[in-house]
């Protein structure tokens, strides 16, 4: 890192304008966002400033081939008015896999966890009290060197902005479970959070959408017998007692909830298998009633259940529990989460 962070305050804070009872979420931006280039081979000194819009030139490569990505995660503030992050480092450290894998430079450690601490420090009346919102964080990377060679670009932006957010869903979810399309392939960039990815999810989860669902299954590109992810979530899936989720892989991301998920659960006691799934395996389990539950896990929404999936045009409900793994577990990393209960762990990070 070259020096300190440079520091340009808002003249007027645009805060007095948002309903903080009423929060969407990541639509709402706070005051300031972090910026940082890479030229010439060098990081240069991250600029902290208003939020507004860049200026690129259109023939930045981001356009044209896509070097970009990108990573979330959340700050929430307890009731005595203290600032906490969760595992910050492993999205740093994930989102300089995600570059190593996209041609991008990693960005040094020092900038990203230095420069999200100071942006939360001067945005810090930005980040939510209410019970279930938080103070979304997008860090992000992307090609603005320029040429319409298709070769890695010499110049790239790291950015950080920041949305105070409400819960991600409401409800329930029917989910689909994918035949013919794929979100990721072996030997490809899966496991990066890489923006192309999620163009590609678009199209197939748009037709699902119009099939009455609300979002897909993924199951592998090969065979599409292998259960992956859930829509942009890693996947959960409840036989009997048993919690089951697939291994990470060059398809499958290193999610930073599923891991949680895994340590809080296991030291609950419950049994955790990390294993493949089958989609014939769940329709049994789904047929003779072992099947309890499935949901999502991601940051955003933390844990989001699933009430029934269709295949093959048959649909498949799951049973309402009384008590779900699914909302147990879920308190019990949000309790981590916002300083409700004691961290064993060290994932939360105080600032
Ligand atoms: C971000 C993401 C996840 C969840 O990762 P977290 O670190 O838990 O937020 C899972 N799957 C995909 C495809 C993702 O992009």
Redesign the pocket.
Same mark, same amino acid.
């Given at each position: 890192m070259k020096s300190n962070i440079e520091i340009q305050r808002i003249e007027k804070s645009k805060i007095d304008s948002v309903d903080f009872n009423n929060l969407p979420f990541g639509s709402v931006y706070s005051d300031h966002m972090l910026e940082c280039d890479f030229v010439n081979g060098e990081w240069q000194t991250p600029v902290i400033k208003p939020y507004a819009p860049i200026s690129l030139d259109p023939a930045a490569k981001i356009f044209h081939y896509g070097q970009s990505i990108f990573e !979330?995660m959340k700050a929430y503030k307890d009731a005595e008015g203290n600032t906490m992050l969760f595992r910050p480092l492993d999205n740093c450290k994930r989102l300089n896999k995600s570059a190593e894998r996209l041609v991008i430079p990693e960005v040094p450690e020092d900038i990203f966890m230095d420069g999200l601490k100071k942006l939360l420090e001067i945005d810090n009346d930005w980040i939510p009290t209410n019970e279930g919102s938080s103070l979304y964080i997008r860090p992000f990377m992307f090609a603005s060197g320029i040429g319409f060679h298709a070769s890695p670009a010499d110049a790239y932006k790291f950015i950080i902005c920041t949305a105070p957010s409400g819960a991600y869903f409401a409800g329930k979810v029917k989910v689909l479970i994918e035949e013919k399309y794929a979100r990721a392939a072996n030997g490809g960039v899966g496991f990066a959070?890489a923006g192309g &990815?999620y163009a590609a999810q678009f199209y197939p989860t748009q037709l699902a959408i119009e099939k009455g669902y609300n979002q897909v299954i993924w199951t592998d590109d090969n065979s599409h017998e292998y259960i992956e992810?859930a829509g +942009?979530? &890693?996947i959960f899936i409840r036989i009997n007692d048993t919690l089951i989720t697939s291994p990470t892989s060059d398809r499958i991301?290193d !999610?930073? #909830?599923?891991k949680s998920v895994i340590q809080i659960a296991e030291d609950m006691n419950i049994d955790v298998e990390v294993r493949k799934i089958t989609v014939s395996e769940v329709i049994a389990a789904a047929q003779s009633g072992s099947l309890k539950e499935m949901f999502g +896990? !991601? #940051?955003a929404a933390v844990i989001s259940p699933i009430a029934g999936f269709g295949y093959q045009g048959t649909d498949y409900d799951l049973p309402e529990l009384e008590t779900p793994f699914a909302e147990t577990l879920k308190k019990a990393i949000t309790d981590i989460q916002t300083n409700k209960a004691e961290d064993p762990y060290g994932w939360r990070v105080m600032l």
């Open positions: !979330g959070k &990815n992810e +942009a979530m &890693n991301l !999610g930073i #909830t599923r +896990a !991601g #940051t």
